[in-house]
């Protein structure tokens, strides 16, 4: 039986992740416009690479599936279902293009409204079967928008953040660590402030309350140059695997029972209800006319809302609430 709450040691991953070298550049020099193939092809590779190490663990193969776009581009959806590690996962890679930018993206930068535009990323939603096993999600992302006459605006977007059900302080601290990790070569003020920014994006403004122990996100990013800002969507991306598969392979074997499983599927519900209110990565795929299969994977297979539904004082579920739904410094 795993028990949650109080730090239980320390992680050590028993899947060897090779780590993808991320070269800074030292030159100051620009080049005059984005490599939109060069991120392209890392976002492939990077969809490739965590793919097959879920495979490895769950034992089952990802679904794949291509898809074009009828209005400008398409991309490739890896989907596992009753798998048995994942109930549910998808690892999506997108490309999409449009001659003018959705009302999500054009309500924070009015200044590009009418531009064409073209977005690119992979975004992951992984929902494990055993409720010790928390729900994780990851997106790195690139955007351009161009117009006659104008140099193309650009900026990289991205994040990951952690959704336990049963807190564990190693595994947050672990999750947050290596956060801090894929961001510190970039700049020491990058992890407070995307930890900031995390906690307050990943946020059920109608419950009060967190959806979960959050982790880095940033958007609109593009203050250390093209090259240099590529770099670090890079490390967040490369960082994930180190960041969760020691917890997954920490917590897969638990035990648990109808108990745990009823609260994880109440407290999945939290997680469709920010999906679908606020997530702004959601909105922008349907009103972009993205393919709906793709953009809804993030959601949990089961799902249940009770009214008014408190735990018991004492309960390893209220310690969720008490111990780490509240934002706090893990590292």
């Keep these: 039986m795993c028990h949650s709450g109080a730090a239980q040691g320390t992680i050590a991953p028993i899947i060897r992740i090779a780590a993808r070298t991320v070269t800074l550049p ?10 939109v ?31 074009q776009r009828p209005e400008g581009g398409g991309g490739s959806s890896r989907v596992i279902e009753e798998g048995h590690v994942f109930e549910r996962g998808g690892v999506n890679f997108s490309h999409v293009t449009g001659a003018s930018l959705p009302p999500s993206a054009a309500a924070s930068r009015p200044d590009l409204a009418g531009r064409a535009w073209q977005a690119m990323g992979v975004s992951l939603v992984l929902h494990p079967r055993n409720p010790y096993v928390p729900t994780v999600h990851m997106n790195v992302r690139f955007f351009c928008t161009s117009a006659a006459g104008h140099e193309p605006v ?22 947050h660590q290596s956060c801090k990790n894929a961001l510190d070569p970039f700049g020491g003020e990058l992890y407070p402030r995307f930890k ?35 770099a670090m969507m890079q490390s967040v991306g490369d960082g994930f695997l180190r960041a969760y598969l ?14 745990e499983r009823d609260f ?13 209110v606020f997530d702004r990565g959601t909105l922008f795929g349907l009103q972009s ?43």
Aim: with cysteine.
């Design 26 to 35: 030292t030159s100051t020099s620009e080049p005059a416009a984005p490599s």
């Design 37 to 67: 193939l060069q991120v392209k092809d890392y976002l492939h590779a990077l969809q490739e690479s965590i793919v097959a190490a879920l495979e490895k663990i769950d034992g089952h193969a990802f679904l794949v599936e291509s898809w």
């Design 154 to 175: 650009w900026w990289f977007g991205g994040g990951m953040d952690l959704t336990p059900y049963y807190g564990f302080e190693d595994d947050v601290r672990h999750f």
């Design 196 to 230: 900031a920014w995390c906690d307050e994006y990943f946020y059920l403004k109608h419950r009060s309350e967190a959806r979960g122990v959050g982790g880095i996100f940033f958007d609109d990013f593009n203050a250390l140059g093209f090259e240099r800002s590529f």
């Design 246 to 259: 020691p917890l997954l392979e920490r917590r897969q074997d638990c035990a648990y029972g109808e108990r």
């Design 264 to 276: 994880q599927a109440y407290r999945r519900g939290r997680y469709v209800e920010f999906n679908l």
């Design 289 to 331: 006319g993205g393919r709906t299969e793709s953009i809804l994977m993030s959601m949990p297979p089961i799902v249940k809302w009770r009214y008014n539904w408190q735990p018991a004082a004492g309960s390893a579920e209220a310690a969720l609430y008490t111990d780490f739904l509240p934002p706090k410094q893990w590292v």
